[in-house]
């Protein structure tokens, strides 16, 4: 089984940067379009950024548009995040996976941005 181990959060003030990474046990992620998903307690787990497995295609939701930048090294299985501008609502616990959630979710990063 496929475990996916996600790195870089922490707690940020508004306006600053985090970069987050998401690994995989194995080349896992060749050949899938990947996402970072985001959820705070209480809401739906939302997908925030896409990159397709050749990393041409690149979709965001638009409350993140302009701000952050998904990346993927397919020789190391990895996808980066790479948040700026942080606001108050980016605070979340950040997820990645397939877009179509096809491998067991990791721990997750959390993210909180705070004064």
């Known amino acids: 089984q496929v475990q996916i181990v996600e790195s870089g959060g922490g707690l940020v003030q508004p306006g600053g940067s985090l970069r987050l990474s998401c690994a995989a046990s194995?080349?896992?992620?060749?050949?899938?379009?990947m996402a970072w998903y985001r959820q705070v307690p209480g809401k739906q787990r939302e997908w925030v950024a896409l990159?397709?497995?050749?990393?041409?295609?690149?979709r965001y939701v638009d409350s993140v548009e302009g701000r952050f930048t998904i990346s993927r090294d397919n020789a190391k299985n990895t996808v980066l995040l790479h948040m700026t501008s942080l606001k108050h609502e980016d605070t979340a616990v950040y997820y990645c996976?397939?877009?179509?959630?096809?491998?067991?979710w990791g721990q997750g990063t959390q993210v909180t941005v705070s004064s």
């Open positions: 990159i397709t497995s050749s990393g041409n295609g690149i």
């Open positions: 996976n397939s877009f179509q959630r096809d491998f067991a």
């Open positions: 194995r080349s896992a992620f060749n050949g899938y379009t």
